[in-house]
C-alpha cells in the first residue's frame, strides 16, 4: 500500500461519517431562513416601479411555484420590511436592511432574527424611538419630506406609522349591522367596533364566504369612511327633492358609495373616470352595492370638458395624488418616490379641480379630497383654488389615520362665490 493509501482511507471514512450525522432541526431552521432572505433579495431586486409591489409579488410566485402559502406570507413580509425603512441605511446590503426592518417592524421575539441577529431580536420589544437609537437613525432617515408635509400632521407619528401595516376596516351599510355583526361572530372572525358602522379586523381575516362584499359591507379605510362627516355639511339639500352629484375621479366608487349611504335622499348620481377599466369595475361594484347611476363616462379633465357638460350641486374631487398619506400600505412608493412628483402632482391636481369647479352650481358643494400629507397637494392648492376659481372657501382638515392605524387624508369643502 501507498503512503498516501492510509490518509485516503481516513478521507473516505470521515466522508462516510458527515453523509450520516443525523441533520438537527436547527438547521433546517436556518437553511429556510437563509432561503427565505434570498427569495425577498431577489424578488426586491427584480421590482420595477411604478407596477404595484403585491402585484409583483403575485408574478414571481406564480412563476416559481416551489413555495407554501405560508413561505409566501413571510417572504412577502421580509420585502415590505425592507420598503418601510424608507430611505434609511441607504449602504447597506439588501438581506441587511431587511434585518433592520423586521426589528423595527415587528414587536415579539422573531425566529429570524433570533437565528441571524440575536443582538437585535434581544431588545424587540423595545419601543420605536429606543429602536431607532439603537441601531443609529432618527424618524426623518425613514421619512426625509418632513418640510413638506402639512401643519396640521405630526411628522414623527406619520414617520413612525409607516413601519407598521394599517388595519382592515369595513363600513357596514345601512340597515345591514345586526345581521353583518351576527355572521362576523358566527363564523369566529374578530373584530371591533370603531363608531355607528366602521368595524376593525386583521388583515388576515377571510370575509369572501362570510359578508356579502358592497351590498352588506363595503372594504373601506377608516379615515375614508369619514370624509363627510363634517355636521351639517349637508343641510343646504333638505328642501331639495333629489341631488345631482358628480364624482369626477370616481376610481373604485367608495365616496359614491359613501355619499349615497349618507344622504337622506338619494343622489343622482354621474360617475367619470379617465380610465376605461376602472369605470368597468366601478359599475360593476355600484351594481352590487344596489346603487344607481344617471350615467357614466371617460372624461379627461386635464382637457376641457363637452361644451354641453351640465351643472351639478354637488361634485366630490378625489384628485390623483401621491398617495403619501396611504405609503404604510404601499411602502415600495415610499422607497422610490422622488421631489419632482410633488410638484407634478400638484399642478395636475389644480388643472383638474379647476375644470370641475367650472361645473358647481350657485350655492353648491365641492368636496376636494386626497390620500396625501403634503401642504403643496392640500393647503397650496385650497389657497389657489379660493383665490383663482369661482370655488369660496368653508373648511378643510386633515383627517389623521396615523392614530387609528388608518390612512392619512385630506378633505377641503367649498361653495361658490355668487
Not at 70 to 78: C, Q
Not at 111 to 135: T, V
Request: glycine share 4%; aromatic share 10%.
Amino acid at each position: 500500500m501507498s503512503e498516501q493509501a492510509p490518509a485516503r482511507v481516513k478521507a473516505e471514512q470521515a466522508e462516510t461519517f458527515v453523509s450520516i450525522m443525523p441533520v438537527t432541526p436547527a438547521f433546517f431552521i436556518m437553511s429556510r431562513y437563509h432561503s427565505y432572505l434570498a427569495a425577498a433579495t431577489r424578488i426586491i431586486e427584480t421590482y420595477q416601479p411604478p407596477q404595484p409591489f403585491a402585484l409583483h409579488l403575485k408574478k414571481f410566485f406564480a412563476a416559481d411555484k416551489k413555495y407554501g402559502s405560508t413561505d409566501r406570507k413571510k417572504i412577502g413580509t421580509l420585502c415590505y420590511h425592507y420598503f418601510r425603512v424608507g430611505r434609511a441605511f441607504p449602504s447597506l446590503a439588501i438581506t441587511d436592511k431587511i434585518l433592520n426592518g423586521a426589528f423595527l417592524c415587528e414587536n415579539t421575539s422573531s425566529p429570524l432574527l433570533e437565528l441571524l441577529k440575536p443582538e437585535l431580536n434581544e431588545h424587540i420589544e423595545w419601543a420605536l424611538p429606543e429602536k431607532l437609537e439603537l441601531l443609529g437613525i432618527v424618524w426623518e432617515d425613514i421619512f426625509p419630506f418632513a418640510g413638506e408635509i402639512g401643519e396640521a400632521v405630526d411628522a414623527n407619528k406619520f414617520s413612525l406609522s409607516l413601519l407598521q401595516q394599517p388595519d382592515l376596516f369595513l363600513r357596514i351599510r345601512p340597515g345591514k349591522k345586526e345581521q353583518a355583526l351576527h355572521k362576523l361572530t358566527a363564523a369566529a372572525i374578530g373584530f371591533e367596533e370603531m363608531g355607528e358602522d366602521a368595524l376593525r379586523l386583521r388583515n388576515a381575516s377571510a370575509l369572501q364566504n362570510v359578508l356579502t362584499l358592497n351590498e352588506e359591507v363595503l372594504v373601506q379605510d377608516l379615515s375614508s369612511q369619514q370624509v363627510f362627516d363634517e355636521p351639517g355639511i349637508f343641510d343646504r339639500f333638505s328642501k331639495d327633492p333629489k341631488i345631482a352629484a358628480w364624482d369626477c375621479c370616481a376610481a373604485s366608487g367608495g365616496k359614491s358609495i359613501l355619499l349615497y349611504d349618507r344622504l337622506d335622499k338619494k343622489p343622482d348620481l354621474t360617475v367619470t373616470d379617465i380610465r376605461e377599466n376602472i369605470l368597468q369595475n366601478l359599475k360593476l361594484r355600484l351594481k352590487e352595492a344596489r346603487v344607481a347611476i344617471r350615467s357614466s363616462g371617460v372624461a379627461d379633465l386635464t382637457r376641457l370638458l363637452p361644451f354641453d357638460w351640465p351643472n351639478f350641486p354637488l361634485i366630490i374631487c378625489d384628485a390623483p395624488c401621491t398617495g403619501s398619506g396611504t405609503w404604510s400600505r404601499t411602502p415600495e412608493q415610499l422607497y422610490y418616490f422622488k421631489e419632482k412628483q410633488l410638484a407634478e402632482y400638484s399642478a395636475l391636481q389644480k388643472k383638474i379641480a379647476s375644470r370641475a369647479a367650472a361645473h358647481l352650481d350657485s350655492g353648491g358643494l365641492f368636496f376636494y379630497i386626497t390620500c396625501s400629507v403634503f401642504a403643496a397637494e392640500n393647503e397650496q392648492n385650497v389657497q389657489y383654488l379660493a383665490e383663482g376659481t369661482n370655488l369660496k372657501f368653508i373648511s378643510s382638515h386633515y383627517i389623521n389615520g396615523y392614530e387609528n392605524r388608518a390612512d392619512t387624508m385630506f378633505v377641503a369643502v367649498f361653495t361658490t362665490k355668487d
